[in-house]
């Protein structure tokens, strides 16, 4: 999709709607990478997601997905081989105790929700390695019954440092100290015990400085009588660092070893927040979810545009059966460009897997391009004026669009003479018409609404105005209309000559070349039988796409009962959802009848070995007994 769509239609505004509706960071990174998809059966799922969460939430009114925290960065930490602090474990420990009731939550919901449910299938629990976590970690810090070595460690530690604190408290009580101290009490510096001794009276006084006050009247003196105290706790202070390392690694070794299940719970989490908040968004907006086509046919019902507030007027709007262009006229201010902006994002939010606030009997075509040309997009930079710049943005979409295209203009041809303008622009969306495009066009020139008048694929529609005050209806209407140097500037543009050429023609003659499209790039609407809609049933040797990496694969293992298939990638099995996945070429295509399928996956030395093996060579067979006393002897 072209970014400038996505800024002209506020997609990313309405993706931070929906956003907010996550209860994680993880699926706010999910929506953030989330876009609008053309294909039929990765709409139709998302869709069919969103619509199971919204089921689930009316019936439910919550997900237990709450707590749940984005673990990302520690999962990090532990690919790198670091050590997971205590305040991560317990992150650790809370997720995939909230993974652990999503699961229990999700598979008791299959009836309401049999695809959402399936997900839960490939979660793992880890209720071992939670207990280990909550057993040894209390308080982001590593708990004193985590290790016999640990307790014992730290109960000298109590006893030495209750036994400094009676020496130091005895040395304040005593009548011979009174005049040399400062303040009467233990002070702790660089981690030793300490009394605060005026600075006259330091040599008065048997012990060590530890620190001198700012002013330098007071120091911080460790006396002697603890000394040996303070350095046997330093040392148990060393030993208690080193146990409580080897806890914490231990943990971490646990949470290591499982690195690569739990990152699957990592992601079917953020699925499920992501699917959770569309739901959410939906029930924001009572959505419905669209009826889907591949063949450009829109049919929008009483549609609302997702970020306008307030009392906003629905759309009713139709392309693609009985024409494959729309012209639509009518007052300035009268809501032209809120019906283009309307069509774009409900499209842009169909194809993303949302549901729309529109009537039922709606249904959405799913296109590989969306372009727009809406509003001023002069450049001062490049010295550009406002008809140049719709010009250059016009030449690049000439240069882009095809049969699967869908183009919002918005006053096609403004900004210069009309004579030339009109023309111009009759010129351009016959352009568009013969590569097979879907326009949607607003104009005030009467030329184009001439031109679509008498074409026999284009409808006129009109902005409905109050004929007494002349205040717009914001209603659209189908079926009813309401000198400058515009085509040097297009060349300069490069806009082709074909179309500069016709549109002088146009100008001259006033007369248009009404032929049609040619049929082999009019999409046609596929017949969609039953038996399509069951999961296809992948076979050993068949070629597949990997969604995730967009390279191939051969498929192995033919699909388990939890859809799941195994695929050589790499040199290297791998087992994948058939989500992940797309048909390339069947294995009756690609192989000829009798075909040893398994030699696909056994390299040429192990295939030429088990020939010599079957046909009885000496030498193989004493290549198999030399391996076999070789293993014999390692097991030894």
């Known amino acids: 999709m072209n970014e400038m769509t996505f800024e002209t239609l506020q997609y990313r505004e309405l993706k931070e709607l929906v956003k907010s509706y996550c209860v994680s960071d993880l699926g706010k990174d999910l929506l953030d990478r989330l876009q609008p998809s053309a294909s039929l059966n990765v709409v139709k799922t998302r869709l069919r997601e969103t619509t199971e969460a919204r089921r689930l939430l009316d019936a439910e009114s919550h997900v237990p997905l709450m707590g749940i925290s984005a673990i990302k960065h520690i999962m990090t930490k532990a690919e790198k081989g670091m050590l997971l602090e205590a305040s991560d474990l317990l992150e650790v420990s809370d997720f995939l105790r909230g993974c652990r009731r999503v699961k229990t939550f999700m598979l008791e919901k299959e009836f309401f929700a049999p695809m959402l449910s399936s997900y839960a299938k490939s979660m793992t629990e880890f209720r071992t390695i939670e207990e280990e976590i909550n057993a040894a970690i209390k308080g982001n810090r590593v708990d004193s019954e985590a290790s016999k070595e640990l307790k014992r460690i730290r109960r000298h530690i109590e006893s030495t440092e209750a036994t400094i604190q009676e020496r130091l408290a005895k040395f304040l009580r005593?009548?011979?100290?009174?005049?040399?101290?400062?303040?009467?009490?233990?002070?702790?510096?660089?981690?030793?015990?300490?009394?605060?001794?005026?600075?006259?009276?330091?040599?008065?006084?048997?012990?060590?400085?530890?620190?001198?006050?700012s002013k330098g009247t007071t120091v911080f003196m460790e006396p002697t009588v603890v000394a040996k105290l303070n350095n046997e706790l330093a040392t148990l202070k060393v030993?208690?660092?080193?146990?409580?390392?080897?806890?914490?690694?231990?943990?971490?070794?646990?949470?290591?070893e499982q690195l690569p299940a739990i990152k699957i719970n990592v992601e079917l989490i953020a699925q499920y927040d992501m699917v959770f908040a569309k739901g959410k968004y939906s029930r924001s907006i009572s959505g419905v979810e669209p009826g889907l086509n591949d063949h450009g046919y829109i049919s929008i019902v009483d549609g609302k545009h997702p970020l306008l507030k307030g009392n906003v007027v629905p759309l009713n709007f139709t392309i693609g059966e009985e024409y494959r262009g729309l012209i639509i006229t009518g007052p300035n201010a009268g809501g032209k460009t809120v019906v283009l902006k309307t069509i774009g994002l409900l499209t842009l939010a169909a194809m993303s897997g949302f549901h729309i606030a529109v009537g039922e009997g709606t249904e959405v075509s799913l296109f590989e391009r969306i372009f727009v040309d809406i509003g001023d997009h002069q450049s001062i930079e490049n010295a550009l004026s406002t008809f140049s710049s719709h010009m250059k943005n016009m030449a690049d979409i000439l240069a882009s669009a095809n049969h699967r295209t869908l183009l919002?203009?918005?006053?096609?041809?403004?900004?210069?003479?009309?004579?030339?303008?009109?023309?111009?622009?009759?010129?351009?969306?016959?352009?568009?018409?013969?590569?097979?495009?879907?326009?949607?066009?607003?104009?005030?020139?009467?030329?184009?609404?001439?031109?679509?008048?008498?074409?026999?694929?284009?409808?006129?529609?009109?902005?409905?105005?109050?004929?007494?005050t002349l205040e717009p209806l914001y209603q659209l209407v189908i079926g009813a209309s309401g000198e400058s140097n515009a085509l040097w500037i297009?060349?300069?543009?490069?806009?082709?000559?074909?179309?500069?050429?016709?549109a002088k023609a146009y100008m001259a003659h006033k007369e248009y070349n009404f032929t049609l499209v040619d049929e082999n790039k009019k999409r046609k609407p596929k017949v969609v039988e039953q038996q399509q809609e069951k999961l296809y049933d992948y076979e050993i040797g068949?070629?597949?796409?990997?969604?995730?990496?967009?390279?191939?694969?051969?498929?192995?293992?033919?699909?388990?009962?939890?859809n799941n298939v195994t695929v050589f990638y790499n040199g290297a099995f791998k087992e994948i959802n058939t989500k992940r996945i797309e048909l390339e070429l069947p294995a009756s295509e690609l192989y000829p009848p009798g075909y040893d399928l398994n030699s696909l996956f056994v390299s040429h030395k192990e295939r030429k070995m088990q020939h010599d093996f079957e046909r009885g060579s000496k030498k193989a067979l004493k290549k198999v007994e030399k391996e076999m006393r070789k293993q014999k002897g390692e097991n030894r």
Do not use: W
């Not at 005593?174 to 040599?203: C, L």
């Not at 068949?542 to 939890?562: M, N, P, Q």
């Open 174 to 213: 005593s009548g011979a100290n009174k005049d040399y101290i400062q303040e009467f009490f233990v002070s702790k510096k660089d981690d030793r015990y300490t009394i605060p001794i005026k600075a006259s009276y330091k040599k008065h006084v048997q012990g060590t400085i530890i620190e001198v006050s």
């Open 408 to 468: 919002l203009f918005d006053e096609i041809g403004s900004g210069t003479e009309p004579n030339e303008g009109a023309a111009l622009a009759i010129s351009i969306i016959e352009e568009f018409y013969h590569k097979g495009c879907m326009t949607v066009a607003t104009t005030h020139y009467g030329e184009i609404k001439r031109f679509s008048e008498m074409h026999p694929d284009f409808m006129n529609a009109a902005m409905k105005f109050n004929s007494e």
């Open 239 to 256: 030993e208690e660092s080193v146990e409580e390392y080897q806890v914490l690694a231990t943990l971490s070794g646990l949470v290591m």
């Open 490 to 502: 297009s060349k300069k543009m490069n806009v082709s000559d074909a179309v500069i050429e016709r």
């Open 542 to 562: 068949d070629k597949v796409t990997l969604l995730d990496e967009k390279e191939s694969a051969l498929i192995y293992k033919k699909r388990d009962s939890y």
